[in-house]
T-cell receptor
Framework: ETGVTQTPRHLVMGMTNKKSLKCEQHLGHNAMYWYKQSAKKPLELMFVYNFKEQTENNSVPSRFSPECPNSSHLFLHLHTLQPEDSALYLC?????????????FGPGTRLTVT | KNQVEQSPQSLIILEGKNCTLQ??????????LRWYKQDTGRGPVSLTIMTFSENTKSNGRYTATLDADTKQSSLHITASQLSDSASYIC??????????FGPGTRLSVLP
């Protein structure tokens, strides 16, 4: 195990629902990331947090709302999603934003929007 | 435009054989290049990180090469095993937190 856990592992939601994805890292890292992996497309970086502060927002639609209450936890709040938002959502962490730092990924949440 | 291309898109080899995966990139400025292995339904796992000055880096049966002049990298897998079946993703880090991911190569190792 990488020390990064994500819940739930699978989620099916309607377009009018509100749900949240949770990520927790047990590695003592200070930086956390949300990625989206759609079928047959490269991973896309969505958000970056460093010491609980958001440092990157890669032009993500406002229906995705991240929250980082502390360095160990990261949430992605979802509301009024579209079917094209169906994807694998991966969380990762690293020691900090140093360029050579390893990123450790969680197993992902498989999201299906109906 | 910052891009990472990988070839082949998919590859099938027999157990015990060697193979080489290719990565070409146009990301600039360049900070480092990473290779990840992603098993189906799992998150990616780092294999190597290479900086500008590194030409070769090994991790067990995995050997990555980097030619920063031609902006090419390769991942060589020696004596493949069934557990090597996965997607292999090349990632180039540019300025700041600009990670550019390749589409991956899907490797299948057959008995």
């Amino acid at each position: 195990e990488t020390g990064v856990t994500q819940t739930p592992r699978h989620l099916v939601m309607g377009m009018t629902n509100k749900k949240s994805l949770k990520c927790e890292q047990h590695l003592g890292h200070n930086a956390m990331y949300w990625y989206k992996q759609s079928a047959k497309k490269p991973l896309e970086l969505m958000f970056v947090y460093n010491f609980k502060e958001q440092t990157e927002n890669n032009s993500v639609p406002s229906r995705f709302s991240p929250e980082c209450p502390n360095s160990s936890h990261l949430f992605l709040h979802l509301h009024t999603l579209q079917p094209e938002d169906s994807a694998l959502y991966l969380c990762a962490s690293s020691q900090d934003l140093g360029r050579g730092n390893e990123q450790y990924f969680g197993p992902g949440t498989r999201l299906t929007v109906t | 435009k910052n891009q990472v291309e990988q070839s082949p898109q998919s590859l099938i080899i027999l157990e015990g054989k060697n193979c080489t995966l290719q990565c070409n990139y146009t990301v600039s400025p360049f900070s480092n290049l990473r290779w990840y292995k992603q098993d189906t339904g799992r998150g990616p796992v780092s294999l190597t990180i290479m900086t500008f000055s590194e030409n070769t880096k090994s991790n067990g049966r995995y050997t990555a090469t980097l030619d920063a002049d031609t902006k090419q990298s390769s991942l060589h897998i020696t004596a493949s095993q069934l557990s090597d079946s996965a997607s292999y993703i090349c990632v180039v880090m540019g300025h700041g937190q600009n990670f550019v991911f390749g589409p991956g190569t899907r490797l299948s190792v057959l008995p």
